[in-house]
C-alpha cells in the first residue's frame, strides 16, 4: 500500500481495537485514588508542570514545539488518545484479577507469557538505591544452578528473571519486603505489529501514541519498535538519570501513581555529581534529598490515564506511590523543531550530556543515519503537508548545522548522490536482507543492527 492507505488503515485497525477491548482494557483492578497518609514529594507552585486539556493542544506540543525545561500533562490522555487496549492482555489479566504486587503478578502470568516477553527486573532492599537483578552469563555456575537456558536471550525472559529473584531471594541479596520494578518489557522475538502486519517490532503495546499521531512517520525520530512497559508498585521507579541520547518521551500511564521530577538544564551535570546516578528518593525524606528535589525544575504527581511528553535530556526520575500496581510505557521521538535537533546532535558531547550515560559512539552515528534518511524521505514526499515541509526542511539544516563529524560525512554522500550506512554494509547478508522485505521503514529503529533471521516470527 501506499504511506497513505497504510496510515488509513492503521487508523482503521486502531478503531476497531479500541471499541472491541474498551470495557475491559480500563478495567486493571488497581486503585483510583491514594491513601489519605500516603507520603509524598513536596511539590512547590514554582514546579507544577504545564497541563493542556485537548487533543490539539497536547499534539501541537508533542509534534512540533520544543521540550526542553518543560513536562506537558494530558490528563485523561489515555482515553482522549485512545490507547486503552494498548496493554497486551497477558499482563492486563493478572492486574484485574487482583495481582498488587510484582511478585503475585510474576505468580499470575503463567510459564507461557513470562517466556514471551523479556525485560529487566530491579529490586530496592536498601533504601535510596537500585539494584538490577543481573543475568549470569551463560555456563556460570549461578545459570547452571537455576536451570536457566544456554542463550542469553533465554536467560533474559522474565522467566528467567523470576528464577534469579527466587534464588537472590532464597540467598538473601534480595529482602522479601523489597519492592520491584519491571522495565523495558517487550516481546522476547519479533511480532507483526497488530495495526500494521508489514511492521516488525517486539514493542508489546498493541497500539501506541505513534498511530494517532498526525504526523508520526514523519517526525525526525520515532521509535517505537522496541518501545518498553514499565510496571512497579510503591517504592520502585526509575532512579536519576538522563537518557542514552538527547531526545524526547512521551509517557502513558494505564494506572497507579508515579511521582516525576525533572532538574533544570542548567543543572543537568552537577545534579548527577551531587546525587548520583540511580539516585531514588524514598519518603520519608531526609534533608538532603529535600534539598536535592528542591533544585527540580518540574515535579508533578502522574494519575490514572496521564499521558505526558519531557525531554529525556535532563536529569528525571520516577516513584511509585499507593496501593496496588503501576502500569506505564514510553516512545521516545524527536519532534519536528530545528532546537529539537540541535540537542539532539549534542549526544555524547561533554559541554551537553553526563558522561555516565552516553549512547555506544557507534549506535550513536546509526541513529543519525535513521534521522538523515527519515528527513530526506520526508520531504521527498510530493503531498507533504507544506506548515511540516517549512518545520522538517528547517531540521534538516539545523542538522547540516549542527551534527558531528559522521552527520557531516552523511550530508555529503547525501550532496553528491552517494548513499552509505554501516548498518546496511554490516549486516550484507542475503538471508537477513531477504527477511526484511516489505517491512515499512517505521520498524527499524535506532541503533538496531539486522538481527537474525530466526529472530522474525509472524504472528
Known amino acids: ?42 511539590i512547590r507552585e514554582d514546579q507544577h508542570p504545564e497541563v493542556v486539556h485537548t487533543v490539539e493542544e497536547f499534539m501541537e506540543a508533542l ?65 535510596g538505591k537500585e539494584a538490577e537483578i543481573k543475568v549470569p552469563k551463560a555456563g556460570s555456575s549461578l545459570a547452571k544452578e537455576g536451570g536457566m537456558g544456554k542463550s542469553c536471550a533465554d536467560r533474559k525472559t522474565l522467566a528467567g ?77 526509575s532512579g536519576m538519570h538522563v537518557d542514552q541520547c538527547l531526545w524526547s518521551n512521551v509517557g502513558r500511564n494505564w494506572c497507579g501513581f508515579k511521582l516525576f521530577a525533572l532538574w533544570p538544564w542548567s543543572d543537568r551535570h552537577a545534579i548527577l555529581d551531587d546525587a548520583g546516578k540511580g539516585a531514588i528518593f524514598h519518603p520519608p525524606l531526609t534533608k538532603k534529598e529535600e534539598d536535592f528535589l528542591s533544585r527540580a525544575k518540574t515535579v508533578v504527581l502522574i494519575r490514572p490515564g496521564d499521558v ?45 550530556h553526563w558522561k555516565g550515560c552516553w549512547m555506544d559512539d557507534d549506535d550513536l552515528d546509526e541513529l543519525y543515519e535513521d534521522v538523515v534518511d527519515k ?40 550532496d553528491k548522490g552517494e548513499r552509505k550506512r554501516r548498518r546496511e554494509e554490516e549486516g550484507d547478508d542475503s538471508s537477513i536482507a531477504e527477511s526484511n522485505k516489505g517491512a515499512d521503514k517505521t520498524s527499524q529503529g535506532p541503533c538496531k543492527k539486522a538481527k537474525n533471521v530466526q529472530e522474525l516470527v509472524p504472528t
Open 63 to 127: 509534534q512540533v514545539q520544543e521540550h526542553i525545561e518543560r513536562v506537558v500533562v494530558l490528563p485523561n490522555g489515555i482515553e482522549l488518545l485512545e490507547q486503552s487496549g494498548a496493554i497486551p492482555e497477558q499482563l492486563r489479566r493478572p492486574c484485574a484479577e487482583g495481582a498488587t504486587s510484582i511478585r503475585q503478578l510474576l505468580q499470575s502470568l503463567g510459564q507461557e507469557a513470562s517466556s514471551s516477553f523479556r525485560a529487566r527486573l530491579w529490586h530496592y532492599s536498601q533504601r
Open 161 to 237: 528473571l523470576e528464577k534469579l529473584l527466587q534464588m537472590q531471594s532464597e540467598d538473601g541479596n534480595v529482602k522479601a519486603s523489597a519492592p520491584l520494578y519491571i522495565s523495558e518489557l517487550r516481546w522476547q522475538k519479533k511480532v507483526r505489529h497488530p495495526l500494521n502486519p508489514s511492521e516488525l517490532v517486539k514493542t508489546a503495546t498493541q497500539c501506541d501514541i505513534f498511530d494517532v499521531t498526525r504526523w508520526a512517520q514523519h517526525m525526525p525520530l520515532w521509535e517505537r519498535s522496541e518501545g518498553g512497559i514499565f510496571v512497579g508498585e510503591r517504592g520502585a521507579g
Open 375 to 414: 528527513l530526506q524521505d520526508s520531504l521527498r514526499q510530493p503531498d507533504l503537508d507544506p506548515d511540516l515541509r517549512k518545520r522538517l526542511e528547517a531540521c534538516r539544516q539545523a542538522l547540516r548545522a549542527s551534527g558531528d563529524s559522521y552527520c557531516k560525512e552523511l550530508w555529503e554522500q547525501e
Open 308 to 352: 505526558w511528553v519531557f525531554s529525556g535530556g535532563q536529569p528525571h526520575t520516577a516513584l511509585v506511590v499507593g496501593n496496588g500496581l503501576n502500569v506505564s510505557a514510553y516512545e521516545s521521538l524527536v519532534p519536528a523543531n530545528p532546537k529539537a535537533i540541535e540537542l539532539l546532535a549534542k549526544s555524547n558531547s561533554r559541554e551537553a
Open 1 to 42: 500500500f501506499p504511506s497513505c492507505s497504510l496510515g488509513i488503515l492503521r487508523l482503521f485497525l486502531h478503531d476497531a481495537m479500541v471499541a472491541e477491548s474498551r470495557a475491559k482494557a480500563c478495567d486493571f483492578g488497581q486503585p483510583t485514588v491514594l491513601p489519605p497518609e500516603e507520603l509524598l514529594w513536596p
